[in-house]
Protein backbone atom coordinates (compact mmCIF):
# COMPACT_ATOMS: atom_id res chain seq x y z
CA UNK A 1 0.00 0.00 0.00
CA UNK A 2 2.74 2.56 1.18
CA UNK A 3 6.17 2.84 0.80
CA UNK A 4 8.80 4.65 2.23
CA UNK A 5 12.49 5.06 0.74
CA UNK A 6 15.07 6.85 2.60
CA UNK A 7 17.76 8.60 1.56
CA UNK A 8 20.99 10.65 2.07
CA UNK A 9 22.55 8.79 5.01
CA UNK A 10 26.74 8.49 4.90
CA UNK A 11 29.84 9.48 7.07
CA UNK A 12 30.22 12.95 8.40
CA UNK A 13 32.68 14.72 10.69
CA UNK A 14 31.59 16.17 14.21
CA UNK A 15 30.46 19.01 13.77
CA UNK A 16 29.59 18.82 9.99
CA UNK A 17 26.04 18.70 8.44
CA UNK A 18 23.63 15.99 6.42
CA UNK A 19 20.57 15.93 5.02
CA UNK A 20 18.04 12.76 5.60
CA UNK A 21 14.90 12.94 3.14
CA UNK A 22 12.77 10.11 3.10
CA UNK A 23 9.96 9.73 0.36
CA UNK A 24 6.60 8.17 1.05
CA UNK A 25 4.87 6.35 -2.33
CA UNK A 26 1.74 4.65 -3.15
CA UNK A 27 -1.91 4.90 -1.96
CA UNK A 28 -1.44 7.96 0.14
CA UNK A 29 -4.45 10.68 0.74
CA UNK A 30 -3.25 12.58 3.16
CA UNK A 31 -0.25 12.84 5.95
CA UNK A 32 -1.53 12.35 9.40
CA UNK A 33 2.35 12.94 10.54
CA UNK A 34 5.93 11.60 9.51
CA UNK A 35 9.34 11.33 11.95
CA UNK A 36 12.74 10.34 12.29
CA UNK A 37 13.58 7.93 14.59
CA UNK A 38 17.32 6.42 15.36
CA UNK A 39 18.55 3.67 16.97
CA UNK A 40 22.31 3.27 17.91
CA UNK A 41 24.10 -0.17 18.67
CA UNK A 42 23.04 -1.88 21.83
CA UNK A 43 20.01 0.79 22.09
CA UNK A 44 16.35 1.56 22.25
CA UNK A 45 15.39 3.18 18.85
CA UNK A 46 14.14 6.99 19.62
CA UNK A 47 12.27 9.63 18.31
CA UNK A 48 14.51 12.33 16.64
CA UNK A 49 11.45 14.69 15.20
CA UNK A 50 8.47 13.98 14.34
CA UNK A 51 6.40 16.84 12.08
CA UNK A 52 2.50 16.47 11.84
CA UNK A 53 0.50 17.48 8.48
CA UNK A 54 -0.29 21.03 9.65
CA UNK A 55 3.43 21.21 10.14
CA UNK A 56 3.46 21.16 13.86
CA UNK A 57 6.98 19.84 14.66
CA UNK A 58 8.37 17.69 17.91
CA UNK A 59 12.45 17.36 18.58
CA UNK A 60 14.14 15.20 20.96
CA UNK A 61 15.65 17.70 23.29
CA UNK A 62 18.84 16.08 22.41
CA UNK A 63 18.72 17.43 19.06
CA UNK A 64 16.77 20.68 19.46
CA UNK A 65 18.36 24.22 17.86
CA UNK A 66 20.57 22.03 15.22
CA UNK A 67 18.29 19.35 13.48
CA UNK A 68 15.17 20.61 11.74
CA UNK A 69 12.49 18.52 10.04
CA UNK A 70 10.48 19.34 7.31
CA UNK A 71 7.89 17.99 5.37
CA UNK A 72 6.44 18.91 1.32
CA UNK A 73 3.75 16.94 -0.31
CA UNK A 74 4.59 13.19 0.91
CA UNK A 75 8.76 13.50 1.25
CA UNK A 76 10.30 14.64 4.74
CA UNK A 77 13.52 15.53 5.36
CA UNK A 78 15.92 16.03 7.99
CA UNK A 79 18.56 18.80 7.94
CA UNK A 80 21.59 17.75 10.56
CA UNK A 81 23.72 20.52 11.84
CA UNK A 82 26.57 20.78 13.92
CA UNK A 83 26.20 16.67 14.50
CA UNK A 84 27.87 15.37 17.30
CA UNK A 85 29.35 11.68 17.41
CA UNK A 86 26.40 10.34 19.29
CA UNK A 87 24.45 10.98 16.67
CA UNK A 88 25.64 8.03 14.80
CA UNK A 89 23.07 4.97 14.18
CA UNK A 90 20.28 4.14 11.82
CA UNK A 91 17.83 6.56 10.83
CA UNK A 92 14.82 5.43 10.43
CA UNK A 93 11.60 7.25 8.69
CA UNK A 94 8.63 6.82 9.87
CA UNK A 95 4.69 7.93 9.03
CA UNK A 96 0.94 7.39 9.41
CA UNK A 97 -0.83 7.81 6.33
CA UNK A 98 -4.64 8.00 5.46
CA UNK A 99 -5.30 5.68 2.29
CA UNK A 100 -8.63 6.26 1.49
CA UNK A 101 -11.34 8.99 2.02
CA UNK A 102 -12.85 7.25 5.08
CA UNK A 103 -10.03 7.27 7.27
CA UNK A 104 -7.82 4.08 6.92
CA UNK A 105 -4.53 4.66 7.99
CA UNK A 106 -1.09 3.13 6.85
CA UNK A 107 1.54 3.24 9.48
CA UNK A 108 4.79 1.88 9.40
CA UNK A 109 8.64 2.28 9.07
CA UNK A 110 10.99 2.63 6.03
CA UNK A 111 14.29 0.53 5.85
CA UNK A 112 16.81 2.76 7.51
CA UNK A 113 20.02 4.94 6.31
CA UNK A 114 23.30 4.61 8.24
CA UNK A 115 24.58 7.82 9.86
CA UNK A 116 27.60 7.52 10.92
CA UNK A 117 29.61 10.30 12.39
CA UNK A 118 33.37 10.48 12.87
CA UNK A 119 36.44 12.14 12.37
Known amino acids: QVQLVESGGGLVQPGGSLRLSCVAS????????MGWYRQAPGRQREMVAVINGDGTTSYADSVKGRFTISIDNATVDLQMNTVKLEATAVYYCNALIYIDRVGSTWWGWGQGTQVTVSS
Open 26 to 33: GSIVSIND
